[in-house]
């Protein structure tokens, strides 16, 4: 996030006849930062393919969908995927035919069939040097994740942490997997590295000193798409060699979805957790819930390679899975909300049976659940890939279903009085004045919420545990049991319902009281300032007042200054802010 600040804060000066001594500074600063996000694509130095076992793809799995058993060589693999688009809601979470006995647990040495499977253009999630770790035993036996040393001659080998089932992903166990690391990183991106001196050995870092975390995710992708559309509109027309790096790293992201089935492949040959965005994982069960979020970054891909290459083929690519049967990305960006209330009306009859049958066939009901389970990192992913196509596509029949894709998620970030959210909405917006759900002019709240945000990015919490104007709930508080309910805030009433009515929600007699309560809290929702609740980035919800645990009350720790900087300059640049006097 911070690199494109950089790069909108230096064409704002730019267009404001700054200084030439300072907006070099912020030009330099701009072209570091987008070199630092460059580098992390080219760090694993992956080149070539490799031939994978193909695994079954359970129905239901957790997140990783995939399953240990594989196809034996010549096996029937029984899992047809219909010719229909997975924007079919019907067809959601049917379990495919499963002949058994063409599947099984490999062991070394079976014939299993396999695809080929391209390794370039994978990112790293993240990367460290060896020298400047606290620790560095030569397992890098952290506690989670999967890392890749890189090695003499060429190679990557992988570690994991303690736990050897975090290992396990998608059917392969990626423990001291060895892979291909030859293809060489672009000097000016490798300064980055030898520009510093390892203090173990008093020599300048170099390819042997890299540890990368593979398992790379579609939440890592959005944010470098970001930078490089941003970067490549600002900082390009005058850094040809920054352009042309740019234009290389594209091209070779697109051409790792395209040729891997619109999955990101990790060194075992298998997807990345949260890299899939395939047709046979949007027809999961679990891929169903994801797929409009995931297929906005893959339709993001192929439109910035596009936009950035000017090659055909990626428009042609983009326009394939976002319009063509049988993908249709674009339909299935407009099911956000509905997937959600799907799943919730199933989480209701499985998970919350002790709920009245009045309650679960509410509809308030089913949104104040959502609304209480929502996981607002996504929110953040979604609003980086509206930004994109909004600033890239011109077709008005694909920029209408955006618009369609985008009032889905706005059902619960225009209670946010988010700075950010609300500029990009009014971005999509540009002929008439938008409000949020106050009825607030969002230019206006968001220009609020940034003058009230905390200088002081310490972890602190501000807000006072006996508020007389905001009251905060979460479903939790009432004994439910159920995943980690987020907490809603809202104007405090004058008569709360008394907790004791919602443990007995099986009471079709509470019913009415349940709803007439919930109902006072979604008409009054409402989030304290900035400066008025704990601080935190937006990738937890506004609503949150408290912070006075471990997961948010932590004054030892600094936030990123991004919650201002990002859609400050965002705003500057697009005309919706003005510079502050004084």
Known sequence: MDRHVRGGRAAVLRREGADPQRLEAVRNAAARSTEAVLLLASIPCRTGTKETPIHYQTNCSGSRGYGESALRKGGNPSIPVPQASPADLTAIGEKPPFDPSSWKEPLPGDALETRTRLLAG??????????????????????????????????????????????????????????????????????????????????????????????????????????????????????????????????????????????????????????????????????????PLAGAVLLCVFKTAAYITGEKKWEDEYRLAALEKPYEYAEIMTQYWERYVLLTREYLDTDMNFVSEELKQSELFAEILLLSNLNYSDEEMAMLCFYLLFQMERDEALLEKYRRALDAWWRSMRYSENPLWYLVYQLVHPCQEQVDAYGNRLVDTAAWALGRHPLDLRRWCATHPQRDDIESVSIADFGWKGPAFNALSYEKPAAPLPAEAFRHADDPGNAAAILAYLRAIREHLAVAAPDERALHKYNRPSYVLKGHDEEYYQPLMMEGSTTYTLPYWLGRYHHLLKKCEG
């Not at 890392?147 to 994991?160: F, H, I, K, N």
């Not at 997997?177 to 008093?202: C, K, M, Y």
């Not at 300048?204 to 000193?209: C, H, L």
Request: glycine share 8%.
């Open 122 to 291: 994978f990112p790293a999630r993240n990367y460290l040097l060896k020298g400047l770790a606290s620790e560095c035993p030569d397992s890098y036996d952290y506690e989670k994740g999967i890392y890749y040393l890189m090695q003499p001659g060429g190679q990557a080998v992988s570690r994991t942490g303690r736990n050897r089932e975090q290992a396990f992903i998608n059917g392969e166990y990626n423990i001291n997997l060895s892979v291909d690391a030859s293809a060489e990183i672009p000097p000016r991106l490798f300064r980055l590295i030898q520009h510093a001196v390892n203090p173990q050995t008093g020599k300048p870092f170099g390819r042997e000193d890299i540890v990368y975390k593979g398992d790379t995710s579609l939440d890592e992708i959005i944010g470098h798409l970001f930078v490089y559309q941003v970067a490549y509109d600002i900082l390009g027309p005058e850094d040809p060699e920054l352009r042309q790096i740019i234009v290389s790293t594209i091209r070779n992201l697109a051409q790792h979805f395209s040729d891997n089935n619109y999955m990101l492949i990790d060194a075992s040959g298998q997807p990345c957790t949260w890299g899939k965005a395939s047709r046979e994982y949007f027809y999961s069960h679990d891929g169903s819930l994801n797929a």
